[in-house]
């Protein structure tokens, strides 16, 4: 296999919410935004929360399934 084919597998890289991050930094020490701490890191912050979210939302589904499942061969 050559070298060009297996660069398109999925690599990382820099997302939206980083650029967005790197950024608002940028401006907030340049002095070109007033913005509290809390607003400049928020690309972080919410995207640690869709991903709290999106696990929990995961979790409670394998919880019902499996509790559906149980419930079934109980009968």
Excluded: C, H, Y
């Excluded at 401006?27 to 007033?34: D, P, R, S, Y």
């Excluded at 991903?51 to 399934?65: D, E, G, M, N, Q």
């Amino acid at each position: 296999m050559s070298s060009s084919s297996k660069s398109s597998g999925s690599g990382g890289g820099v997302g939206i919410p980083t650029v967005i991050q790197i950024v608002f930094i940028i401006l907030k020490v340049v002095g070109v935004i007033e913005w509290s701490w809390f607003w400049v890191l928020s690309p972080t912050w919410i995207s640690v929360l869709v991903v709290i979210f999106v696990l929990l939302i995961v979790f409670i589904v394998k919880v019902i399934s499996v509790a559906s499942r149980n419930k079934k061969r109980g009968k």
